[in-house]
């Protein structure tokens, strides 16, 4: 069917899908839509090999499902490799559906075998009516634009050349050509939402709009117009990361449409988490709302170990801080080094002449004569007073923090050093003012402190 494998070839140029002498991996289940895909692009001339991925889920049919594709392949002069995987034990070890499992599988062995082949492009046998499906349960889940633009056509190095073509175009393709192809008898099952949309909803919707899935296509494709416009205003020239923390400054952030809010706030996440999924509509409004009119140290929960709090002037966005500050005091050698796993830090104290001191925030560099008796680390409490460098009266630690902006959430992780009754340094912060280095100093004690390594005792 020339018709066929010409709406293929405008599809593949429209998106600039394929360039000139590039190899495509064709994913080949075995399945109508994935062998019309394979004998199109060879019959255009294209480049190509295959794979095929065995979910290990439905047995002597899978195997043979593996050996259709494989014989089919070679029937063309093509390469195709074979992929396994236990797609059951990992939804059950990860905790999610089957057929997540097995999208995140799939994906995963055809990259894999990309990157075996050397190939430069991953083409999958994505349907229009594919498409309809997935903007329809997607409209269903209540998405916004990004997830009512459906399927891309091109997503990195994945394409999808049958994305104008329907599932009945495909048969009747397989029919006139003398394809075989496998049947998958999961598809009907009705206990996965996607067969139900297919076979109970569409239909019922089709009374009513015989048209459905050019209509849903239609409405992916003006979406995603839509989407990559909107994307293209965020602004995030002053938006911070910092490995899996984010931040963002509020004035940005609040000066913003509420619709571009949104859009940078679930950037943001995406980098501290690795990914928006399960990141609810809610959610991202809790944030907004927090952003906009929550007071200072407020935290909001998001998935996947992650909060979002909002600091003096910024959100933040990163790791989930653990709240319960481990308690007890933790005596320093003047002379040698600590590890603090509780604290999840090394202090190191060397007694010097040496009277220079340091703007490196994790030094401190104290007058010797001026302590008094044992050096202890601890947290800070209740009541806490120091006289901060600078200053001439001691301030609660507590004053002190608020002036100096520091996050309600992270004060009581901060490690206090004290000699004898008084507080010497609120590390990474300031030293007392009565412990500082003068004309008239001695010695010092050097006090440096780092993160602990993995595996450091």
């Not at 899978?62 to 029937?75: C, E, I, L, Q, Y």
């Not at 209740?382 to 006289?387: L, M, N, S, T």
């Not at 008084?422 to 010695?443: D, L, N, Y």
């Amino acid at each position: 069917m020339r018709a066929f494998r010409e709406r293929v070839a405008a599809t593949i140029s429209r998106h600039e899908m394929i360039a000139p002498g590039q190899l495509v991996l064709v994913a080949l289940s075995g399945g109508a839509d994935s062998t019309a895909l394979l004998h199109a692009l060879e019959q255009l001339g294209h480049r190509l090999c295959a794979c095929h991925v065995h979910h290990g889920l439905r047995g002597a049919e899978a195997d043979a499902d593996a050996r259709h594709a494989v014989a089919f392949a070679a029937s063309l002069g093509l390469a195709c490799a074979e992929k396994r995987a236990d797609v059951k034990s990992l939804a059950k070890a990860r905790k999610l559906s089957l057929e997540t499992a097995a999208r995140e599988v799939r994906y995963a062995l055809l990259e894999e075998a990309a990157r075996e082949l050397s190939a430069d492009r991953i083409a999958t046998g994505h349907t229009a009516d594919d498409q309809a499906e997935t903007v329809l349960l997607h409209l269903l889940r209540g998405a916004g634009p990004a997830g009512l633009a459906g399927i891309p056509p091109v997503r990195g190095n994945i394409i999808r050349p049958l994305l104008d073509i329907t599932r009945a175009e495909v048969q009747e393709y397989c029919t006139t050509e003398r394809l075989s192809y496998r049947e998958d008898r999961s598809n009907r099952d009705r206990r996965f939402t996607r067969n139900r949309v297919r076979h109970d909803i569409m239909p019922a919707l089709r009374q009513i709009q015989p048209n459905l899935t050019a209509v849903l296509c239609r409405l992916a494709e003006i979406m995603r117009g839509e989407e990559e416009y909107l994307e293209s205003l965020v602004p995030t020239g002053r938006v911070q990361v910092r490995e899996s923390e984010v931040s963002v400054p509020l004035a940005e952030l609040n000066g913003l449409p509420v619709a571009l809010q949104r859009r940078l706030l679930r950037r943001a996440i995406a980098a501290a988490k690795g990914d928006a999924r399960e990141v609810e509509f809610e959610r991202i409004e809790a944030v907004v709302e927090m952003a906009g009119r929550g007071g200072t140290g407020a935290v909001i929960e998001l998935p996947g170990g992650v909060e979002a709090r909002r600091g003096y002037g910024e959100l933040v966005i990163g790791k989930r801080v653990d709240k319960r500050a481990p308690e007890g005091e933790w005596e320093v050698s003047t002379r040698g080094r600590i590890c603090l796993p509780e604290l999840d830090l090394v202090m190191t104290a060397e007694r010097s002449e040496d009277t220079s001191v340091s703007d490196d925030p994790n030094v401190a560099v104290l007058d010797a004569d001026r302590l008094e008796g044992t050096l202890r680390v601890r947290l800070w409490k209740p009541g806490d007073r120091f006289v901060p460098l600078g200053l001439s009266e001691p301030v609660k630690l507590q004053d002190y923090f608020v002036n100096a902006k520091v996050p309600r959430v992270r004060r009581h992780s901060i490690p206090i050093v004290e000699s004898g009754s008084e507080i010497v340094w609120v590390v990474g912060h300031r030293i007392s003012e009565r412990h500082k280095v003068t004309a008239s100093t001695c010695r010092t004690i050097r006090l440096h402190v780092r993160p602990i390594r993995q595996g450091e005792h």
